[in-house]
């Protein structure tokens, strides 16, 4: 699929949200296996995001997963058994770079996709936004699942593809050269800087 990019691309901070999916000290900080990038390359060039957004006013959401008690788990009848799960002690905290920003608003989701379920659409909405920048781990399931739920709710969107990874580099790639082409822009984290004004 040909990716098309106009010459001149701007995002207005006040139309736009950050939506950082799942980094979190259980997912990016304690992943084993992830490409094409490291979760430190992504926390790195999400940071970057986050910065920027901050600087410029705009509304940056921090989404990370967690429990109560594991009985509000899916717990679907599939051919793959996840493992049972033993979470640690502050497994679903944010990453420790993102500690410090004041402004953002955090959602807890319980399954993939951050919309079904929490605030997100309330939050964005009433803000006047119709545009988001996602980025996060795993590009082939949270920001997949996330970016197609702010497809079927009409926002636009730009995908931070250096600021996401997923556990394969073949799982990334799909989901960035043929999903998100189709219902979004592809970008690198510094041309969203760039593009945000």
């Known amino acids: 699929m040909e990716q098309v ?20 000290q259980g997912i990016a900080i304690a992943a084993r296996q992830s490409a094409p990038y490291t979760s430190a390359e992504v926390i ?15 509304f940056v959401v921090f989404v990370k997963v ?9 717990k679907p009848d599939a ?5 049972p799960m033993q979470m640690p002690e502050g497994w679903d905290r944010l990453a420790p ?24 659409d309330l939050q964005l909405r009433r803000r006047g ?18 970016a197609r739920e702010a497809y079927q709710h009409g926002y636009h969107q730009v995908f931070a593809e250096d600021a996401m990874t997923a556990s394969t580099q073949a799982e990334h790639d799909y989901v ?7 219902i ?11 593009m945000l004004k």
Do not use: Y
Not at 79 to 83: E, G, N, T, V
Not at 184 to 194: A, I, L, N, P, Y
């Open 5 to 24: 990019k106009q010459e001149t691309e701007w995002l207005k901070a006040d139309k736009t949200a950050l939506v950082v999916i799942d980094l979190q």
């Open 44 to 58: 790195q060039n999400a940071s970057k995001l986050v910065d920027a957004f901050t600087e410029k006013g705009g």
């Open 66 to 74: 967690s429990w109560l008690d594991g009985k509000d788990m899916l």
């Open 79 to 83: 051919d793959f058994k996840a493992p």
């Open 97 to 120: 770079e993102f500690a410090d920003v004041q402004s953002a608003h955090v959602i807890t989701k319980r399954q993939w996709g951050a919309f079904f379920g929490t605030d997100l």
């Open 129 to 146: 936004i119709d545009t988001i920048v996602l980025c996060g781990i795993s590009t082939s399931i949270g920001v997949d699942t996330t």
């Open 176 to 182: 960035c050269q043929t999903i998100f082409p189709r």
């Open 184 to 194: 979004g822009k592809v970008r690198t984290s510094g041309e969203v800087v760039e």
